[in-house]
């Protein structure tokens, strides 16, 4: 596998080297609430209407699984990073698109 989470950003301009430095000194409990705040600003407190607090697992989860794509040489060493089956990490797949996520061109 030959998948980077960093260079997908970049190239689609969302993210810079400048950006990776200043979110590295964030802890992820601070990355998320202020993700959480940008985006409530943006529709007035609503926060796209989900129950943001049972959303939270799914949402770790799929960046767990994403990173573990773009760390792991191997699907078979990701599943062994995720704690999962290499069937379940197939599964997993299929019904996330993570595949499709990596391999989206910008314009």
Do not use: H, W
């Not at 970049?10 to 950006?19: A, V």
């Not at 943001?52 to 773009?70: C, E, G, M, N, V």
């Not at 760390?71 to 379940?88: E, Q």
């Amino acid at each position: 596998m030959n998948y980077s989470i960093s260079k997908k950003l970049k190239k689609e301009r969302k993210s810079t080297e400048e950006f990776e430095v200043m979110l590295n000194n964030l802890s992820l409990e601070e990355i998320i609430a202020l993700k959480l705040e940008l985006a409530s600003k943006a529709v007035k407190g609503k926060l796209y209407g989900l129950n943001i607090y049972s959303t939270l697992p799914l949402i770790a989860k799929d960046a767990a699984i994403k990173y573990a794509f773009s760390a792991c040489k191997s699907k078979k060493s990701a599943a062994a990073f995720l704690g999962i089956t290499y069937r379940r990490l197939k599964q997993i797949q299929k019904e996330s698109s993570i595949i499709e996520y990596f391999n989206v061109d910008t314009k």
